[in-house]
């Protein structure tokens, strides 16, 4: 059973998600500090009885009801102190109820009358295929701010839960996935491409197995620098390695270039900028022992299929004089764009900084396991039925690579001896990081995970 601190504290938080307010506005309201606040929020200090009754007064509510639970007090709340913009969109977070099927199951017509008409039902094409996808229905515009729609459901997860922060979580991640894509939908609204949801996949992204995967390599890391480790395990060297951690790998890939459309296939070894997709390429020489390779932890010879990012990476290296050109053989592409998901991450963005600033983990978690299971689910999986993406699976997951090898190419350029590097998010350096990075757990910094001494009797 919750004490009445820790009531207390879902209460304020609950609250403060229904009125939309700010932990520098709750505090200033009751004469506390921000940091004041804050730690009364993460227990690490007591919200004392002066306090209940100043954030009573503030909200409009007996101090009894305020410490009746995030529930009660939600109800008891005045209409007053509800913001009238935003409080409902037209795209709910909440899991949709049963309902008859959607318009968006029925076959599209070749040519869809305007919205302000109201024509006679047209006939279903003559030709449609059975196993051809739904086509996305004209999307609503929220009606308030993107994060909002999160800001929302967090809401009401804690409501109907009865202030039970474990299972106001459980419910959330569990809603995860159709959640995302309503705010990827949301997102969308205004935007200057109408993307394709469902476009045919082109042979090298299929499945080469029913449990297989296709032909596309992603670069993911695994690299150690075979020199310093063999003069450590040989007793030459010895020095301070910290583990650094990327926050939020995927998140920040969301920011990357994207096909629009279909991929179309061309054969010969020219890049177009504009244009986004998957490429069979010779990869060429990576001449610079001392940092990893963009390619990644790939050791065979020869040609192989990558994603747009890791195409992009060693053009550039190669500009760099870091490697050898790669050269391109064919390439499945369309016309793209680096904003397709841009409105949805920033979203995202600022309401995981909200939840780390107020100590939110409910929050963090939820948003974490958003943008994570819409990376994992647009390829081609049963639970994601909105889209079927398996070049932008593949271009993310590429992303979040290719940015951790341009952590290590900074860290190398500034200094820092590079030691490791792997996975989505680690990275091993010796010499002081914090000249190089900033540290926190923001989209733009790192943490330090550990540190340990290579050369030394570990």
């Known amino acids: 059973m919750m004490s009445t601190e820790e009531t207390l504290r879902l209460t304020v938080a609950a609250l403060m998600q229904l009125t939309r307010e700010r932990q520098p506005d709750v505090a200033a309201a009751i004469g506390l500090t921000q940091p004041q606040l804050s730690r009364r929020q993460s227990g690490k200090a007591s919200w004392t009885l002066t306090d209940c009754d100043r954030l009573a007064a503030h909200w409009g509510l007996p101090t009894l009801d305020l410490l009746a639970g995030p529930t009660h007090a939600a109800g008891c709340l005045p209409a007053a102190r509800r913001p009238t913009v935003g409080t409902q969109t037209t795209m709910p977070l909440a899991p949709p109820a049963p309902a008859p099927p959607a318009p968006r199951r029925a ?71 159709p959640d995302v894509m309503r705010l990827f939908a949301a997102s969308r609204v205004g935007g200057r491409y109408e993307h394709s949801e469902f476009p045919p996949t082109a042979d090298i992204l299929q499945k080469r197995s029913q449990k297989g995967s296709d032909a596309i390599w992603e670069g993911r890391p695994k690299w150690r620098s075979a020199d310093l480790h063999r003069a450590a395990r040989a007793g030459h060297i010895t020095m301070d390695v910290t583990a650094l951690d990327m926050n939020a790998a995927y998140l920040a890939a969301l ?12 054969e010969g070894d020219h890049h177009d900028p504009k244009r986004s997709g998957v490429h069979l390429v010779d990869p060429g020489e990576w001449t610079t022992p001392d940092l990893p390779s963009p390619l990644g932890s790939r050791q065979e010879p020869g040609p192989l299929w990558i994603t747009e990012p890791t195409l992009r990476a060693l053009i550039r290296c190669a500009k760099m004089d870091l490697c050898t050109p790669p050269k391109i053989m064919e390439s499945w592409t369309s016309g793209a764009s680096e904003g397709l998901l841009e409105k949805m991450r920033r979203a995202l963005v600022t ?74 998010d680690e990275l091993h350096v010796s010499g002081n990081w914090r000249e190089v990075f900033p540290e926190g757990r923001g989209l733009s910094q790192v943490k330090a995970k550990n540190i340990y001494t290579l050369g030394g009797n570990e």
Request: hydrophobic residues 45%; glycine residues 4%; proline residues 10%.
């Open 107 to 177: 076959a599209p017509t070749a040519t869809p009358a305007p919205a302000e008409t109201a024509p006679a039902p047209a006939p279903a094409p003559a030709a449609a295929a059975p196993s051809s996808p739904p086509r996305t229905p004209r999307r609503a515009a929220p009606a308030g701010p993107l994060p909002d729609l999160v800001r929302d459901r967090v809401a009401a997860a804690l409501t109907e839960a009865g202030g039970d922060a474990d299972a106001a979580q459980a419910a959330l991640i569990k809603s995860a996935v």
């Open 255 to 266: 920011k990357t270039w994207l096909p629009i459309g279909k991929l179309v296939h061309s």
């Open 351 to 424: 309401i995981r900084d909200e939840a780390i600033a107020n100590n939110d983990e409910v929050t963090t978690e939820y948003v974490k396991s958003m943008y994570s299971k819409f990376v994992s689910t647009i390829g081609e999986s049963a639970a994601n039925r909105e889209i079927r993406r398996p070049d932008w699976m593949h271009i993310i997951r590429s992303q979040a690579f290719v940015n951790l090898w341009l952590k290590a190419h900074k860290a190398h350029e500034a200094g820092l001896t590079v030691v490791q590097m792997s996975g989505t």
